[in-house]
């Protein structure tokens, strides 16, 4: 897994220097990656078996919320949102943390509960620890995390046992959520930018000129694509935000379909490293944090490659290992970290065990 990861770090670095004019954003990014990996090989040491006990996690909730609700006071604005902690060298975005935090907290909820996961009650409990959340990244507002932390919960709820009847329920009320923040909650310009998603070319010089650009920079690399350092809309800087949110684009545009294809490879195989792992956990707790983490990634991957080719719409999430930005990449590495960490005391026959569990045998 570890060695998969390389390649998607060094083709987020070869692009970001191949188009910038100096290596600002290259030089602070070996930087995290470096902090990043230290952390990420010092976690899997760790023996995590205290996460298990309710209290350390009622202390990470409460914590967690304390500091989004500082961040209305002394919060940094980047790009109209209050999501930031400036730290004067560097900066924080609590947002991404908090994503393993309420993956750990729903993993622990669940590990106890997947037999009687039928009942309504423990859907409604679950959401509330990730409503809570939610409403507050929302209000920064960070619509991409507070979507990311949404389906983390859907995804864990999913994965732990929900009928479908009551996952029909959940959809139905968020259609009806959804209805409601659009009338009363959504921004304009946030509204504009799901306008732009099913209209994208009526407004390609206003809401829909960053969707559109990053669309014809990927279309343009074809096969093979352009070659390092010949991606002209990222050197031209026609494509927007081609460090953070676009450096997919980016790539795809100096690499083609086949470096594409070796990306999304890499990142099927670091995903199925992830559920593999899991199935060894030692509890039903560890299982559900590694399948709540391959659900993290792959909310990421998807989210961003999709507003990236002009599926969804742009909501400014990264792309994991590639996007430029330190907190990110820390988190990514810390929660891999902690699983790495859970396989010192995983049990060989578990996989087993809990099939059989599953099955009913």
Not at 242 to 264: H, K, L, N, S
Not at 320 to 327: C, E, I, L, N, V
């Amino acid at each position: 897994m570890f060695f998969a990861i390389l390649p998607i770090i060094g083709a987020g670095l070869v692009t970001m220097n191949s188009f910038t004019g100096d290596s600002y954003f290259f030089s602070k990014q070996i930087i995290w990656v470096c902090v990043s990996v230290a952390v990420f090989f010092g976690f899997s040491f760790v023996d995590w078996r205290f996460l298990r006990r309710t209290d350390i996690l009622v202390g990470f909730f409460i914590f967690s919320c304390l500091v989004l609700l500082a961040l209305f006071t002394i919060g940094h604005v980047v790009k109209g949102a209050q999501s930031w902690i400036n730290f004067g060298a560097f900066s924080v975005e609590p947002a991404d943390p908090i994503k393993l935090v309420i993956i750990l907290i729903l993993a622990k909820y669940f590990s106890r509960r997947h037999i009687e996961i039928a009942n309504v009650r423990h859907i409604l409990v679950s959401g509330f620890y990730a409503l809570v959340f939610f409403i507050l990244v929302f209000l920064q507002p960070d619509m991409g995390a507070a979507i990311i932390i949404f389906l983390i919960w859907l995804g864990m709820v999913s994965v732990s046992g929900i009928s479908k009847k009551h996952l029909l329920m959940v959809f139905l009320l968020g259609a009806v959520t959804f209805g409601l923040l659009w009338t009363y909650a959504f921004k304009d310009y946030q509204k504009e930018r799901i306008k732009n998603f099913v209209y994208p070319l009526t407004d390609i010089q206003g809401g829909g000129y960053n969707a559109y650009q990053s669309t014809i920079a990927v279309g343009s690399g074809e096969m093979l694509g352009k070659g390092l350092g010949y991606g002209t809309q990222s050197r031209l800087k026609f494509l927007p935000e081609y460090e953070t949110d676009f450096v997919f684009a980016a790539f795809a545009e100096e690499w083609g379909f086949v470096g594409v294809v070796i990306i999304f490879s890499l990142y099927g195989l670091i995903i199925w490293r992830i559920l593999a792992n899991s199935m060894y956990g030692a509890t039903n707790f560890e299982i559900l944090y590694g399948m709540g983490l391959a659900i993290f990634f792959a909310s990421h991957i998807l989210i961003n490659i999709g507003m990236n080719i002009g599926l969804l719409p742009v909501t400014g999430i990264p792309v994991p290992f590639m996007s430029y930005g330190g907190t990110h990449l820390l988190t990514e590495f810390a929660g891999l970290g902690i699983l790495m960490g859970m396989r010192n005391y995983r049990r060989a026959t578990h996989k087993e065990m809990m099939k059989n569990e599953f099955v009913g045998v």
